[in-house]
């Protein structure tokens, strides 16, 4: 079943000058220590970062919140497996929140969608509750 549905669109160029204006002091109130790592290393660092900024506002509509009660914006984290999907964390508030979202005998599974095409990054955050005994035979 679905709990929650988010979307999100960024201007790159937005973010990048708020990069230029504000550098680390932007960077460590919004992203967590491996989000940054993984924007420095690419050749695109506004895009890599729009598309996390828009995966953050799209997760906190998805939790049904938006960007207020509580929630900070590196409760929410995109990290990537190995395969490159990318994949949302949430600590803190949002955690707390996604819990008391998620029915008893379910498990809350983040699914998230990034795209760009400049100047605009885009995300999709679904949240689906699976039952616990899905996986049982």
Known sequence: MILGIGT????IDRIAGTLERFGDRF???VFTPREQAKAERRADVAGTYAKRWAAKE???KALGTGLRMGIAWKDMAVTN???GQPVMEVTGWAAD???AMTPEGFEAVIHVSLTDDHPWAQAFVVIEARRLDAHRG
């Open 27 to 29: 960077r460590n109130r």
């Open 58 to 60: 799209a997760c906190s």
């Open 97 to 99: 929140r996604l819990a």
């Open 8 to 11: 999100d669109l960024a201007n």
């Open 81 to 83: 497996l190995e395969t």
